[in-house]
């Protein structure tokens, strides 16, 4: 019996009908009517997944495949069929319970969060929409229905940015949103024709064992499977905010943040790392493109922590986090360790989650405050909060026995035994990084919560938030200390059950020697140094009490980030805006279009005006063309006996 | 017996004869006789192809097109005698209201 595995489209449904439910009737409801609906679904959604696993559990035990199962035909035509089929195997193990688990325990956080704001219902509404699409997502058993997925979270994400669509800031944010990920769909939707046009199919399971037939691809060539992984990668730069595509991810933290909690943290901006082990076969056979996808995960590791480091706003620290944080999941999926990239992925949503849920707890408290300038000494008023805030802290900076130090540890392990990418420089890029990450993020902490009060007493009545939010933390905390030991035995000498329970997935990896493992041990060492050095500058820099120093130099470079937006302004956005205002709208709208409908409507006029003259009303005029007509009908009618006539007469 | 042809070129002659006035006269009720001389020019034509041919067909026509043209008549006798009486005149040249 396997009755939720056989009716596995009830877990995305839920939330859909949820989401259905609050947007077309919610509106006048109280918030409590809601609640019940939005946490309702979630939770059954969430309930039903842990079922979904368990059976599936059961069902590999007996059959050792995936389990995929066709519901509709979607679409058909000719031999291409993209069906709404799902699939469960271990990969989409870890997202659905992530997508449901943590996106439950947001949604019970939003109820605090967003009670006293206008619009309540189309938040829940949202979100849930958002966690349908996610769920699709991930499910999804061929390349069309991802894609509907992929573009449903994308439109939530929109949607939530904007949430607070009054304020331009927030409508401006999210319409770069959108618009970035375009140019990466678009990339995306070219890889999948090329990947149709090559096995006439886009099933998941029928396109890797084809791939899977295939000679890999050269280093350093650009077969068609190096290009339909590198397309699907542009795809993945866009949704997971990599380098060059990052830019939109920072100017989201605008939406509540819950969304960014959820969307862009913990979920939708792993869709790309998803997308990416998904299809790591393709990835396989194409070392180019793994090559490729190290180095951008390396570079916007390193690249988004150093612009980390000097933000002042809290939001935009965890979002840089995130976009570093990405990047390590990316290179872990480069160097060919997806099963430590995933591991990343989802130590990585409980903590991001948890960092950004305290986050959004302090704002709460400060009253909107978002500038960590204007924060300082809320230890003592805040304790839960600042606990959870500091257990996020010390997880992302890998510290013992925290989760990242086991996800992180084990993707720059792999990285540095990768020797055909470079591994060691890769490696020492990533560790650096890793030490930024300690820094900004012990900065975070000694800002917001230690050091003199830089705020107003009177002003802002700081206060604990309710339980509906600090218990999802609570919960967010624990999981962020435990949610490394699957790979805790690994330290040992044992195995590492995360990897070992994504293998029927991802393969078994090949076997390392003996002296390997001393290996790993040092270099969790020498993680653990790193998480030390950035932890004890940042002491040294704010740890005594600091002032906000006037920004100079390589500090203002920073704090503008790069100026990557200037630019991007200038080369892109510009010329764009120019092309689209001078020829365009000016030539190709007004001049060719509205000429062509004016045209026939002024040339229709002037024939008008000057045939109306033969109405004349001079009722003998009527009679000779009645008898014009006549003639002329005659002639059509004695035309092939009149011709060769006339012709005889002239020649 | 009289030949075929003599009775088309009669018909011929009297239906130019109609077209002619149509177009040339003035008179509105000159112009109705030219309709009814034409009517009657295309019901000669008939009849001598039914005589030639042998068959009654022509015939058969022949009095359609003497129904149509009572029926005409008798609607376009009305609307000359309304156009008399709202203008005291014949005159066609003098009916031309209907300009845009």
Known sequence: MQPILDHLWIIPLLPLLGSAINGLLGKGWPNKTVNAVALGSTGLSFAFALEAVREFLGYYEANHTAFIKPFFDWIVAGNFRAGFDLQLDQLTVVMLLVVTGVGFLIHIYSTGYMAHEGG?????????????????????????????????????????????????????????AFIVNRIGDFGFMLGMFLIFRTFHTLDFAAVFSKVGELPPDAMGQLGTLTVAALLLFVGATGKSAQIPLYVWLPDAMEGPTPVSALIHAATMVTAGVYVVARSHILYTHAPTAMYVVAIIGCATAFFAATIGLVQSDIKKVLAYSTVSQLGYMFLGCGVGAFGAGIFHLMTHAFFKALLFLSAGSVIHAMGGEQDMWHMGGLWSKIKVTAWCMLFGTIAIAGFFPFAAFFSKDAILFSTFMKDEYNGKVLYGIGLFAAIMTSFYMFRLVWLTFFGEERFDEHKVHVHESPKNMTVPLMILAILSLIGGWFALPALLGGKDYFTEFLSPVFGVGEVLPESAHSLELWLSGVAMLAATAGLIVAWQMYGKGAKQGPSTGLHKILYHKYYVDELYQAVVVG????????????????????????????????????VRHTQSGNTRSYAVWVLVGALVVFAIIFWPILHPALFGVVR | MVPTNYYLI???????????????????????MAIELMLNAVNLAFVAFSQSLGKTDGEVFVLFVIVVAAAEAAVGLGIIILTARNRRSLNVERVDLLKL
């Open chain 1, 575 to 610: 010329p764009l805006m120019w092309l689209s205002r001078n020829v365009l709208w000016k030539v190709v709208d007004v001049g060719v279009i509205d000429g062509t409908v004016n045209g026939i409507a002024t040339g229709t006029t002037a024939v008008g005006d000057t």
């Open chain 1, 120 to 176: 309540y219902y189309r938040f829940f509404s949202y979100l849930n929409l958002f966690m349908f699409f996610m769920l699709i997502l991930v499910l999804a058993a061929n390349f069309v229905l991802l894609f509907v997925g992929w573009e449903g979270v994308g439109l939530c994400s929109y949607l939530l940015i904007g949430f607070y669509f009054l304020r331009k800031s927030a409508a401006d944010a999210g319409k770069k």
């Open chain 2, 10 to 32: 009669l018909s011929a002659i009297l239906f130019g004869l109609g077209i002619v006035a149509f177009v040339f006269k003035r008179n509105i009720i000159t112009i109705f």
